[in-house]
């Protein structure tokens, strides 16, 4: 579990980066500037959490209960409403696309992002 643990967890903070990277854009819809805060809720409790994974039983329940609703609000709210930044900024939907794309990705060595 660990390592798709931080495969997710990398993907998440891509995700972030690249949204924090260009708030200008996605500020536009109130729709996804709630998901962003939700999302961003669950990546803090996730790197709150990530310390103790593999070690406490509760821990790993939390553990995949956050990253349940990040990936639902990733996949039912935010990715749902990308395609109206599209003619905002092609790069911004690119970058993010990209980002996305990591949690799938093979052979993908994650490089989480400092707090």
């Known amino acids: 579990m660990e390592n798709s643990f931080r495969e997710k967890l990398a993907m ?7 949204c924090d990277a260009k708030p200008t854009v996605w500020r536009r819809s109130e729709a ?12 803090e409790n996730l790197l709150q959490l990530q310390p103790a994974v593999g070690i406490f039983n509760s821990v790993a329940k939390g553990i995949a209960v956050e990253l349940e609703v990040a990936d ?9 409403l990308m395609e109206l930044f599209e003619s905002v900024d092609v790069a911004f939907v690119d970058d993010y696309t990209a980002a996305r794309e ?9 490089t989480l992002i400092a707090r």
């Open 72 to 80: 639902t609000i990733l996949t039912t709210e935010m990715d749902e």
């Open 102 to 110: 990591m949690e799938i990705a093979e052979n993908v060595e994650p």
């Open 12 to 18: 998440y903070q891509a995700v972030k980066a690249v």
């Open 32 to 43: 996804f500037a709630e998901a962003f805060v939700d999302f961003c809720t669950c990546l």
